[in-house]
């Protein structure tokens, strides 16, 4: 099973993409999408969904993971990020992919064991998990927004809930 994992923002859309096999999860790639802040936002959620489109074609998850966008004391920044949000819940779902969504603190806390872990923590957790990966802070997250769904998934299938849509 291959899952890639998103974290989305209009200047840096992080994407990561782990195998499972059986309980163990493997690091196959990662990255950041970067978008000029010069540009117009139409041509820069463009290019964040030509970059994670991509990424689909040649990393071939089959499923998929995006972190919930959550509410900025600026409504101007939650809006941008709900736009690249949109787009990098778009991309998966162009292929076919079913694309599950986690709150932030719930990745966290599936990672760290916190729910309001720092970003440091996050990448340490991300060296541990996956021995070796350096990753920058959005990438990292990407990873860690993976790795949360792997986990909801193998818990869902032990207790039988992703027969019944458990995971969304």
Known sequence: ???????????????GVIDIVGNKLTHISHGVVATDPGEATAD???TIFEGLTQMMTLWQPDEAAVEETFVNKNPASSLKLGLARGVAMLAPAKFGLEVAEYSANLVKKSIVGAGHAEKEQMQAMIKVLLPGVEASSDAADA??????????????????????????
């Open 1 to 15: 099973m291959r899952i890639i994992g998103i974290d989305p923002g209009l200047q840096r859309t992080g994407w």
């Open 44 to 46: 820069r959620l463009n």
């Open 143 to 168: 990873l860690a927004v993976a790795i949360c769904h792997a986990h909801h998934r193998m818990s869902a299938i032990r207790t039988g809930s992703m027969a019944t849509g458990g995971i969304r």
